[in-house]
């Protein structure tokens, strides 16, 4: 995971479906306990450079996710910071009527 202050105020890690099942991705959400960090918009990248906000996601793969901060310039170098995040989904064999919640916090530090 990196969160970068300077090149382009982004949080980026790699997730891993471990559901065991294949889910639908409805959507997601970045949030810090960091006021200066501003507003962050979760964005999945599939393929290239495709920012997408829903999509079905396969059982043991792995996908980037980005948070890009609005005002991430005031983030401080080598500052320990904590993110949260939010995903909405349900399994793809399931529909939309069983739609789950599921809520995990990343710690790092600005680089």
Known sequence: MIVSNVADNTLTMRLTN???VGVY???AEVTTDVT???ECTAEIEQGADDAISAFPWESDSTIT???DC???DLLVDKEKIKFNVE???YPVSAGDDYTKIIFGEV???VQ
Do not use: H, K, L, P
């Open 36 to 38: 200066t960090a501003g």
């Open 107 to 109: 710690f790092t530090t």
């Open 70 to 72: 609005d005002s991430g």
């Open 18 to 20: 471990n559901f065991g």
């Open 65 to 67: 996710f980005r948070a």
């Open 87 to 89: 995903m909405e989904y």
């Open 25 to 27: 991705v409805t959507s």
